[in-house]
Nanobody, 124 residues
């Protein structure tokens, strides 16, 4: 079992920044990959970024590449999503997820555990 708790969401103006955190517990954090997804009202959940167990392999969605940075601190059992140059279309509930397989994937269906989500709202 893995428990995930996101924090750091909020309301920000376009062009601003936020840093999301996701604290994990339950299994050895450094043994699995982590991902960030988001879901806007009326839309399907979409991939944002993913990082493997060591931080050596990272994937980003094209829509956030160059603006968002995913990182992890295995000593703190935490994964981060630094979001810069935010746009109104980034408004969504952001979820972190844990993938206990050995690979790194962008497919939501491959993730085993999910947090409760944190709201990010970007005003224009």
């Amino acid at each position: 079992q893995v428990q995930l708790v996101e924090s750091g969401g909020g309301l920000v103006q376009a062009g601003g920044s936020l840093r999301l955190s996701c604290a994990a517990s339950g299994r050895t954090f450094s043994s699995y990959a982590m991902g960030w997804f988001r879901q806007a009202p009326g839309k399907e959940r979409e991939f944002v970024a993913a990082i493997n167990w060591s931080g050596g392999t990272i994937y980003y969605a094209d829509s956030v590449k160059g603006r968002f940075t995913i990182s992890r601190d295995n000593a703190k059992n935490t994964v981060y999503l630094q979001m810069n140059s935010l746009k109104p279309e980034d408004t969504a509930v952001y979820y972190c997820a844990a993938d206990l397989t050995l690979g790194l994937t962008v497919a939501a269906g491959n993730y085993d555990y999910w947090g409760q989500g944190t709201q990010v709202t970007v005003s224009s």
